[in-house]
C-alpha cells in the first residue's frame, strides 16, 4: 500500500491514502465474520517457512487477545490521516508512505506467531515513527527521536538475544530448532526460586526489559513525554494508541505465559512500579503547563493501570488490562487529535495562554469534556469498566498496592479536571482573546473525526460484553492456564 | 616438496590469472602508445571483462574441492564464496576509480594493474594452504596497496596515510613471518592440513608452536583491524582516495577474515594451553566493539567515522571466529562469520560509494554538514545510504540485522553469553552514529545552496544496488545461510 501512495501525484496523496486507509479498515472489519469468539485456539493462521535452518517462520494469526488491537490499528489510520489534513503540509507523500509501513509494522507485530517475525516488525515499526517524529516534529524534535530510538533499541535488543536463547531452548527440549511462540509456550525453562541468575530470571528480564521501555512503565519512561510532545499530531495519535499497546501486549503474548514461574516470582516488583508509576504520572501530570506534556504524563498512568491488571493474574485484571489498552487506545488517541486541532488554529499549547475557550468553542469544549470523562473513568464510558474491573482484580492480588492505586483515579480526575478548569471556562486567556474573531470551533471534518470516538466511548462504556465477548475465551484460558499455557492453531 | 605444473593447478589459479590479464592488458597499450593514457574506458573495461572471465572461472568450478601446487592453495567452496565477494568487491572498486576525479586521471592504466593485481593477492591469501602462500598473497596484496594509497591528489593526508600504512604493515608481516617461523619450528611443517594434525597436542607440549601461533595471529589481527592493532585504519582510511578505502575495507578483511576462519576450523585452540589465548581473544573482541564504535560516536568527518564502523564490526566477525573456533557447536559460528562478511561487503561498499559519488562535486573532505537536506537534493542517494546505515545498525529485516543475529546466535550457542552482550551494548552505541547522518539528510534543513550536478551513473547504480541487495538479500537470507550452512559443513567437517 505505501508503494500505491508513493507513486500517486502529489495532489492525490492524501485522498489516495485515505480511502486506502479506509479499504483496509473495512477489510479488517470482515475479521467479525471470519473470527470465532467460542474458542481460545488461534485462527486465520498464515503459515508458511521463512528461514528453516534457524526455524524461522512466517507465522501469523489472530486470538481473542489480539484481535481488538488489530482493529484498533486499522480504525486509526483513517483518523489519523484526517487530522494530519492540514498541519502536514511538508513532504506529504513521505509522510503517508511512512503511516503505510507504520501500520503495516503495526499489524505485523499484533498478528506474528513467530518470534523472529515479531522481532522484525517490532523493530521496523520504529524506522517509520522515528521519521515522523524527527521530519514533522516540533523544535527539539531531533533530540526527541534519537531519545526515543535509543531507547527502544535498547530494550529490545536484548530481548533478541533471549529470543535467540529460547529458540536454542526448543531444539534441547523438543528436538527441533523452532522460533514460534507455540513452540517456546511448551518450554520448561530452568528456574531457581529466590535466585537472581537462572535462565528464566534472566530472560525474564530481558523481555520484560524491552516491553516495560515501550509501555512505557516507571522508571523507564522517560522518552515519552519528550517523543509525545515533540511527535505531530497523527504521530503523538499512533504511539499513544497503539504503539504503547505492543509493550503490554508483548506482556500477554510472551513474557507472562513464557516465563510463568519467574513473573509470578516478580510479580510484586512489577505491581509495585505499576503503582508507582500510576501516582507518579499523575502527580507530574498535574504540575505540567503545557497541555501535550500532561497528556503524555497522563500515558503513563493509564498505562500504569493496564500493568497493574496484568500483574494481578486473575480474571478481572487481565480483562480490565485488555479493556483498558483500548480505552487508552480511544481516549488519548482523542485528547491528541483534540489538542491537535487548538494548536493548528493557536499555536499554543500552553495553559496559562488559554481560559473562557467554552464561551468561543462550545462544540470543542464537549468534545473535549467527553474525552475527559472517559479518561479520569466516569461511570458510563468506557474508562470506568476497564479501571473498575483492573482495581477489582487488583485488590484481590494486593490490598495495599490496589488501595493505593485507587488514590491515583482521584488524583487522574484532580488533574484532568483543573486543566479542564484553566482551559475552557475562568477569564479569557490571552491567546483566546487574540483569536476571538477567527472560527476556533470544529468544522465538519473535525467532527466527523470526533463522532466516531465518541460514540466509542458511550458504547464500550454501556455495552462492555459487545467488545468483551470475542476475548472472554481467549482470557478465560490465559488466566487459567497461566502456568502451562498453550495454544493450539485452530481451524 | 615438488615443484610440478599439471592442469589442475592450472584450473584453480585460472580465476587469479583471467585476473592478471585483466591488469596486464591496460598497461601494455599504454606502455606501446609511446605511455599515452588511454581513453579511461579501455583499461575499465578490460579490467572489467577479466573480472568477469574470473568470476565466470570461479562459477564454473563451483562445487568441486581441489588442490593445487601439491596442497598449496585449496580451491573448495568456501573458497568460492570469498573468491566472489572479492570479484564483486574488486568491479565495484574499479567503478569508482573510473568515476573518482583523483584516480581517474594520468595514471588510470597504472591503477588499474595495481588493484587488480591486489585483488590476485587476495584470493591467493584466502585459498592459501600452505603458510608461506599465505604470506605471499599478503605481500602482494599489501604492497599493492601502499602505492594505490598514495596515488590521491590530496597529496598530505594520502601521503601520510600511505607511508603509515606501509610502516605499520610491514611490522605486522615481519611479526607474521616471524610467527610462521615459529610455528615451523616447532611442527616442522608449514601446511594447514598437517598442523591440523599436530595442533592439539602442540599447543599444549610445546611453547615454541604457542608462540608461534600468537605472533602469527597478531599479524593476521593487524590486517583486520582488532583492538590493540586497529589504530592505523582510521588514519588510513581517511586518507586514501575513497575508491581504494571501500576496496581496502572490505576486501582486505574478507580475504583475511576467510583465511582466518579456515586457521580456526583447524580445532587446534581446544588445547589446555590454548585456553589463555582464547579469553584473550574474547577480551580483544569486546575491547574492538567498544573502540569502534565509542570512537565512530565523535567523528566529524564520515570517512573516519565509517572507518571506525568498520573496527566495530571486526568485533563483531571476531566474536564470530571464537565461537567458530572452540570445538562443539562451532558450524553456526562459521557460517555466521561467512554470511557477517558477506552482509558487511555489501553494507561498506554501498556506503562508501554514497561518500564516493559525494566528493567528486565537493572541494573537501565529507563532513556531516554536508550530507544537511541531502533527502530534498537528492533522493535517491538519501535513501540508498539510509537503507545501508540501517543495516550496519542491525535493523531488521536488512542483511546487517541478519548477520549480527547469527554471530550472537553462535555466541549463546557457545555459552559466551556475556560476549552476546557485549555485542549488544556495542550495537546500541552504534546506532546514535548511524542515525546522526540519516538525521542530517532527512530532518535538517541544507546550508548549501542548490546544486546542480548528477551523480556519476555508474556509483549511482552501484550504490542504489548495494541498498536494494541489503534489503532483498536480508528477506530472502535462507537461501545463503542454507548455501553457506552447507559449503562450511562440506570443508570444516
Request: hydrophobic share 55%; aromatic share 14%; charged share 10%.
Amino acid at each position: 500500500m505505501a508503494v500505491v501512495v508513493g507513486s500517486v501525484p502529489k495532489s492525490w496523496v492524501r485522498p489516495t491514502a485515505l480511502g486506502l486507509s479506509i479499504l483496509h479498515f473495512a477489510y479488517s472489519l470482515l475479521l467479525f465474520r471470519h473470527f470465532d469468539p467460542a474458542t481460545a485456539n488461534l485462527q486465520l493462521v498464515e503459515q508458511s517457512s521463512w528461514i528453516p535452518t534457524l526455524g524461522i517462520q512466517y507465522f501469523l494469526g489472530v486470538d481473542g487477545i489480539s484481535f481488538w488491537l488489530v482493529i484498533l490499528s486499522t480504525f486509526l489510520i483513517p483518523f489519523t490521516i484526517l487530522a494530519s489534513w492540514k498541519s502536514i503540509e511538508d513532504r506529504v507523500r513521505f509522510f503517508h508512505v511512512n503511516l503505510f509501513l507504520l501500520s503495516t509494522a503495526m499489524l505485523g507485530t499484533f498478528l506474528a506467531l513467530d518470534a523472529i517475525l515479531f522481532y522484525v516488525f517490532f523493530e521496523a515499526s520504529l524506522i517509520p515513527m522515528y521519521f515522523m517524529i524527527g521530519v514533522w516534529g516540533g523544535k527539539r524534535k531531533l533530540y526527541a527521536t534519537m531519545k526515543f530510538f535509543i531507547y527502544t533499541m535498547a530494550g529490545s535488543l536484548l530481548m533478541l538475544l533471549a529470543i535467540i536463547g529460547l529458540i536454542f531452548l526448543t531444539q534441547e527440549q523438543l528436538g527441533t530448532l523452532s522460533a514460534s511462540i507455540l513452540d517456546f509456550y511448551k518450554l520448561s525453562i530452568p528456574f531457581v526460586g529466590g535466585q537472581l541468575i537462572s535462565t528464566q530470571t534472566l530472560m525474564f528480564f530481558a523481555f520484560s526489559l524491552a516491553f516495560a521501555i515501550k509501555v512505557p512503565m516507571f522508571p523507564v519512561h522517560t522518552w515519552l513525554p519528550d517523543a509525545h510532545v515533540e511527535a505531530p499530531t497523527p504521530g503523538s495519535v499512533i504511539l499513544a494508541a497503539v504503539m504503547l499497546k505492543m509493550g503490554t501486549y508483548g506482556f500477554m503474548r510472551f513474557v507472562l505465559p513464557i516465563f510463568p514461574e519467574a513473573a509470578q516470582y516478580f510479580s510484586w516488583l512489577f505491581l509495585l512500579l505499576a503503582v508507582v508509576g500510576i501516582i507518579y504520572g499523575a502527580l507530574v501530570a498535574m504540575v505540567q503547563t503545557d497541555i501535550k506534556k500532561l497528556v503524555a504524563y497522563s500515558s503513563v498512568s493509564h498505562m500504569g493501570y493496564v500493568m497493574l491488571g496484568l500483574f494481578a493474574f486473575n480474571i478481572y485484571g487481565t480483562t480490565g488490562g485488555l479493556y483498558q489498552m483500548l480505552n487508552h487506545g480511544i481516549s488519548t488517541g482523542a485528547l491528541f487529535i483534540l489538542v491537535g486541532m487548538i494548536y493548528e488554529r493557536t499555536h499554543s499549547r500552553e495553559i496559562k495562554d488559554y481560559g473562557g475557550l467554552a464561551k468561543v468553542a462550545p462544540w470543542f469544549t464537549i468534545a473535549f469534556m467527553i474525552v475527559t470523562f472517559s479518561s479520569i473513568a466516569v461511570p458510563l464510558t468506557n474508562g470506568f469498566i476497564g479501571e473498575f474491573l483492573i482495581l477489582l482484580g487488583g485488590f484481590q492480588a494486593h490490598r495495599v498496592l490496589g488501595g493505593v492505586a485507587v488514590l491515583g483515579v482521584v488524583l487522574g480526575a484532580a488533574y484532568m479536571l483543573w486543566m479542564v478548569k484553566r482551559v475552557f471556562f475562568g477569564e479569557e486567556g490571552r491567546i483566546v482573546t487574540k483569536y476571538k474573531d477567527m472560527k476556533l470551533d470544529l468544522n465538519l471534518r473535525e467532527v466527523v473525526i470526533l463522532v466516531p470516538f465518541v460514540v466509542l466511548i458511550f458504547w464500550m462504556g454501556l455495552f462492555p460484553n459487545h467488545f468483551l465477548s470475542y476475548s472472554k475465551t481467549s482470557l478465560d484460558h490465559f488466566v487459567n492456564n497461566m502456568s502451562n499455557y498453550e495454544l493450539q492453531v485452530g481451524q | 616438496m615438488q615443484i610440478s605444473l599439471d592442469l589442475v593447478d592450472l584450473l584453480v589459479v585460472s580465476p587469479a590469472i583471467a585476473l592478471f590479464l585483466g591488469g596486464l592488458f591496460p598497461i601494455m597499450i599504454k606502455a606501446f602508445s609511446r605511455n599515452k593514457e588511454p581513453n579511461s574506458f579501455v583499461p575499465y573495461g578490460i579490467a572489467v571483462v577479466g573480472t568477469l572471465a574470473a568470476l565466470a572461472l570461479v562459477a564454473g568450478n563451483w562445487g568441486i574441492q581441489r588442490e593445487a601446487f601439491s596442497g598449496a592453495l585449496v580451491f573448495d567452496s568456501i573458497s568460492a564464496i570469498v573468491s566472489i565477494l572479492i570479484l564483486i568487491v574488486t568491479l565495484a572498486g574499479l567503478s569508482y576509480l573510473k568515476e573518482s576525479p583523483s584516480t581517474q586521471r594520468l595514471q588510470f592504466s597504472e591503477i588499474v594493474f595495481l588493484t587488480m593485481n591486489a585483488s590476485i593477492g587476495m584470493l591467493i591469501f584466502a585459498w592459501s594452504n600452505d603458510l608461506i602462500v599465505t604470506f605471499i598473497g599478503i605481500e602482494l596484496m599489501s604492497l599493492c596497496l601502499y602505492v594505490l594509497i598514495a596515488l590521491s591528489e590530496e597529496e598530505k593526508l594520502s601521503k601520510e596515510a600511505a607511508f603509515k600504512y606501509f610502516i605499520l604493515g610491514s611490522f605486522a608481516s615481519a611479526v607474521l613471518l616471524y610467527g610462521i617461523s615459529f610455528i615451523y619450528g616447532g611442527a616442522g611443517t608449514t601446511s594447514l592440513p598437517e598442523i591440523k594434525e599436530l595442533g592439539v597436542n602442540l599447543i599444549t607440549t610445546n611453547r615454541m608452536f604457542l608462540i608461534g601461533v600468537i605472533m602469527f595471529f597478531s599479524g593476521l589481527l593487524f590486517k583486520f583491524s582488532i583492538f590493540p592493532f586497529h589504530s592505523w585504519t582510521p588514519d588510513v582510511y581517511q586518507g586514501s582516495p575513497t575508491p581504494i578505502t571501500s576496496y581496502m575495507a572490505t576486501g582486505v578483511k574478507a580475504a583475511t577474515v576467510f583465511f582466518t576462519l579456515r586457521w580456526m576450523s583447524l580445532d587446534i585452540l581446544t588445547g589446555e594451553r590454548a585456553f589463555p589465548f582464547v579469553d584473550v581473544l574474547q577480551w580483544l573482541a569486546v575491547l574492538t566493539i567498544l573502540i569502534g564504535n565509542v570512537g565512530a560516536l565523535r567523528q566529524k568527518s564520515l570517512k573516519r567515522m565509517l572507518a571506525y564502523s568498520g573496527i566495530g564490526h571486526s568485533g563483531y566477525v571476531l566474536i564470530g571466529l571464537i565461537a567458530a573456533g572452540i570445538g562443539g557447536q562451532n558450524l553456526v559460528g562459521a557460517t555466521g562469520v561467512v554470511y557477517y562478511l558477506f552482509a558487511y561487503t555489501f553494507m561498506t561498499l554501498g556506503s562508501f560509494g554514497v561518500l564516493a559519488a559525494l566528493e567528486r562535486h565537493s572541494d573537501h573532505e565529507i563532513v556531516l554538514d554536508d550530507l544537511k537536506g541531502l533527502a530534498k537534493r537528492k533522493p535517491v542517494l538519501a535513501i540508498s545510504f539510509s537503507v545501508l546505515l540501517l543495516s550496519l545498525a542491525g535493523i531488521p529485516p536488512t542483511v546487517g540485522f541478519f548477520g549480527k543475529f547469527l554471530v550472537l546466535a553462535a555466541a549463546i550457542k557457545q555459552d559466551l553469553n556475556w560476549l552476546a552482550l557485549w555485542g549488544v551494548i556495542g550495537s546500541v552505541i552504534s546506532v546514535y552514529y548511524y542515525l546522526r547522518p540519516i538525521v542530517a539528510m532527512y530532518m535538517e534543513e541544507s546550508i548549501l545552496k542548490e546544486e546542480s550536478w548528477i551523480p556519476r551513473p555508474m556509483t549511482q547504480f552501484a550504490v542504489s544496488l548495494m541498498a536494494l541487495m541489503v534489503i532483498g538479500f536480508g528477506i530472502t537470507s535462507e537461501s545463503f545461510f542454507a548455501q553457506f550452512f552447507q559449503s562450511i559443513l562440506e570443508v570444516f567437517s
